[in-house]
């Protein structure tokens, strides 16, 4: 994509974003000189035109899929708050919504299955064909009018599943137990044939779609659940279905994974996302100098304290984070963990300096 060179203008704050976080000063939209959604694009095939932080991206997480509401998570045209929503998900499982932490959870003691060969009899696959998609398509029609990059969500992957079905101890058994592995295996074929058909729906239903992101938490704080040689095994074949199809589309696919997974990058990499962006607990910044030219990884940048840094300490920080990390030949973005803590002086430096080194 030919974009001209940088110009002072494009630093004029045409809209405001409140912060997600509730804190902090809040997010300024410049005066792009191109789409945002064009530039997220360019990113994604390598041609990174400044350092995508956010504001470029518009999250779609509709209510037409019923695990949406019973995660307690749409973000649509319907009018649906967040947080409003629990009970039952696209396999019948109920969840409920737990005020205190801000999400849904699956309540334990009472597993769907008590093994995993157990899902050949007693699961009832959702009809995704009955669900309310020309409807969904009408109240939607505002929201995904957009110069954004649009991300439709797909919470609750393989191994979330799986969890849903079983408990995590029960999952996490069944993971590495030889009696349950083959059942485990056949059970993430079907699903990813599940999500292919769940993302040809949302494409055909939502062609303004740019881009998926699905969830599937692989670690804790400290470390990851499995190793990844048990990732490798289990999961990765059945990711790399999916995002092969995602690919096949022209649209692009992003790993929403939590937990402390620097092990994991590797199978992240073997399954085909182009982008993952790791929770505090993880050092991106070693992980985009170890895996960024394979993957795009959100760097967080190395945090300050905005009231006792000065206006020219954090510009210089932000030059340092361009430097090394906002490379033509090894894009990244702006980590999104680490963005709420960012100043606007620091967002104004890093957007001017990111267009200068990735024009040259």
Not at 120 to 125: C, G, I, M
Not at 167 to 190: H, N, P, Y
Not at 304 to 323: C, G, K, M, W
Request: hydrophobic share 40%; aromatic share 12%; with cysteine.
């Amino acid at each position: 994509m030919s974009v001209p060179a940088f110009d002072p203008k494009e630093l004029e704050v045409v809209a405001e974003i409140p912060s997600r976080f509730g804190t902090g000063a809040p997010t300024p939209v410049y005066n792009f000189p191109v789409k945002p959604r064009e530039a997220l694009i360019a990113l994604f095939k390598g041609e990174p035109l400044w350092q995508i932080a956010g504001v470029e991206q518009k999250l779609f997480v509709p209510k037409v899929n019923p695990d949406n509401i019973a995660r307690a998570f749409v973000i649509d045209g319907s009018g649906m708050s967040m947080g409003e929503g629990g009970g039952k998900d696209m396999f019948g499982i109920e969840w409920e919504y737990i005020a205190q932490v801000g999400g849904s959870m699956v309540r334990p003691g009472k597993p769907f299955l008590s093994d995993a060969n157990e899902w050949y009899d007693k699961l009832v696959w959702p009809d995704i064909d009955s669900w309310e998609w020309e409807e969904a398509e009408k109240y939607n029609k505002e929201f995904l009018t957009t110069d954004n990059y649009i991300t439709c969500w797909i919470m609750n992957g393989w191994y979330e599943r799986l969890i849903s079905f079983m408990d995590f101890e029960g999952a996490i058994m069944a993971m590495v137990d030889e009696d349950q592995t083959d059942a485990v295996k056949e059970l993430f074929d079907k699903l990813s044939d599940l999500y292919i058909r769940l993302v040809d729906k949302h494409l055909l239903h939502f062609p303004q779609i740019n881009g998926f992101s699905i969830h599937d938490d692989w670690g804790s704080q400290k470390e990851t659940f499995f190793s990844p040689a048990v990732a490798e095994e289990m999961i990765v074949p059945y990711m790399k279905k999916v995002t092969d199809h995602i690919h096949s589309k022209g649209r692009f696919c992003d790993l929403h994974s939590c937990g402390q997974l620097m092990k994991q990058v590797p199978n992240m990499i073997a399954a085909g996302w182009d982008s993952w962006s790791g929770q505090p607990m993880n050092d991106t910044q070693k992980i985009y100098e170890l895996y960024g030219d394979k993957i795009i990884i959100g760097v967080s940048p190395t945090p300050f304290d905005p009231e006792t840094t000065s206006e020219e300490e954090q510009r210089l920080a932000a030059r340092e984070y361009v430097n090394n990390f906002c490379r033509r030949d090894k894009p990244s973005m702006l980590g999104a963990y680490g963005a709420q803590i960012i100043t606007p002086v620091f967002r104004e430096e890093l957007y001017m300096r990111s267009r200068e080194n990735y024009s040259k």
